[in-house]
Nanobody, 113 residues
Framework: QVQLVESGGGLVQPGGSLRLSCTAS????????VAWYRQAPGKQRDLVAG??????KYADSVQGRFIISRDVAKNTLNLQMNSLKPEDTGVYYC????????WGQGTQVTVSS
């Protein structure tokens, strides 16, 4: 079993930045697909950014503003979010091994003035 714990969410003004982190309970990030998803109120959970091997994919809405990275030595997956917009508001979840894999509990991000 694997536990994923997200941190770094909070309230930020439009144009601001946040850095989310997800720490895994064991070394599982290096060889598996990893991703960040976002669920806005009343909406489905959508992919924000994902890594499969050396390939990285971003949702069109965050391209150029968000950066996904992983620190294998620390078992940590990160999401650097810049130039945040109100529509980035939602609960952010880290994921390993796809939608049928492992999920964190989520961290709330609110972008508002």
């Amino acid at each position: 079993q694997v536990q994923l714990v997200e941190s770094g969410g909070g309230l930020v003004q439009p144009g601001g930045s946040l850095r989310l982190s997800c720490t895994a309970s064991r070394n599982i990030l290096s060889l598996n697909p990893v991703a960040w998803y976002r669920q806005a109120p009343g909406k489905q959970r959508d992919l924000v950014a994902g890594m499969i091997g050396g390939n990285i994919k971003y949702a069109d809405s965050v391209q150029g503003r968000f950066i996904i990275s992983r620190d294998v030595a620390k078992n940590t997956l990160n999401l650097q979010m810049n130039s945040l917009k109100p529509e980035d508001t939602g609960v952010y979840y880290c994921n390993v091994q796809g939608r049928n894999g492992y999920w964190g509990q989520g961290t709330q991000v609110t972008v508002s003035s």
